[in-house]
């Protein structure tokens, strides 16, 4: 393609969103993604329980993950594609870097090379990912979270909510994605006194979705979002450009076959 000005365009690419979310064990992470426009899931651990939904085998390996994305290119009618965990993908391909080089372990390859050679199965992921993207399949990364102690070089240390994953492949992901999010049971913390320091913490029974940054979690996102919102897909989804207008075009087709 010739690089002039016949070829200048207004704004990005019109693709859906690359969404990672992470969270506690149970935080319904697997719920909200099962509430998603047309989903089908690559499992790499059991934790779908009670979500009728359609989905592959259980993933052995990281080459089973790459051949479900790869079968996507094909026909069918899935619009969303979660991969459920990520945290749980992240060993096979520790075992697959083992294998290509040799070793029992990862930790076998000296001098933490094998943690950088894990780093082409990720980006082999995300290029999976996006290209779906482009065709209008939603990626939803599914993670587990873990609190880390961050130290930041303007202030004192504290500790945060982030993406369990190992470093390199966290900052990837950070950098890649879309909207990070992050799933967790509303809570609000209950003081006896205005001037205490610590309360009682009780739960508001309800989940919430955080895609805003904050000191205390890993969150971002590019289309101005509010920071926070109920963990219901079409919630979120009305927050998303390119899954707000898909959003209401099922609405009117399904206005328009009910009309029928």
């Known amino acids: 393609m010739a690089f002039d000005l016949s070829n200048i365009k207004r704004g990005g690419e ?6 990672v979310l992470h969270g506690a064990p149970g935080a319904g992470k697997t719920t909200f993604a099962a509430q998603a426009d047309r989903p089908i899931f690559i ?5 779908l329980g009670l979500n009728d ?47 290509d ?3 029992k372990s990862i930790e076998d390859i000296g001098f933490g090379k094998g943690y950088i050679l894990a780093m082409d199965y990720w980006q082999d992921i995300v290029k999976a990912c996006k290209g779906l993207a482009l065709k209008g399949i939603t990626p939803v990364l599914i993670a587990h979270s873990e609190i880390v102690k961050f130290d930041p070089p303007e202030s004192e ?18 950098e890649q994605a879309d909207i990070i999010g992050f799933a967790q049971n509303a809570i609000h913390v209950k003081k ?11 739960s508001k029974r309800k989940r919430e979705l955080i895609v805003s940054e904050s000191p205390a979690i890993i969150a971002k996102n590019r289309y101005a979002m509010p920071a926070s919102m109920d963990l219901e897909w079409e919630q979120f989804a009305a927050h998303v450009p ?3 207008k898909n959003l209401t075009l099922s609405n009117l087709n399904f206005e328009a076959t009910n009309e029928e």
């Open 53 to 99: 939904v359609d989905t592959f085998p259980i993933a052995e390996s990281v080459d089973d993950v790459l051949a479900a994305l790869a079968s996507l290119y094909g026909e069918h009618d899935y619009k969303t594609v979660v991969i459920d965990t990520m945290s749980a993908l992240e060993p096979m391909i520790w075992a697959k870097v083992a294998q």
């Open 101 to 103: 080089h040799g070793g």
């Open 192 to 202: 006896e006194n205005v001037k205490d320091t610590k309360g009682k913490a009780i």
């Open 14 to 19: 019109e693709r859906a969103p690359l969404f």
């Open 242 to 244: 390119f899954l707000a």
């Open 157 to 174: 240390s504290y500790d945060r909510y982030q993406i369990k994953l190992h470093k390199r492949a966290f900052a990837y992901l950070y």
């Open 43 to 47: 499992r790499c651990e059991d934790g």
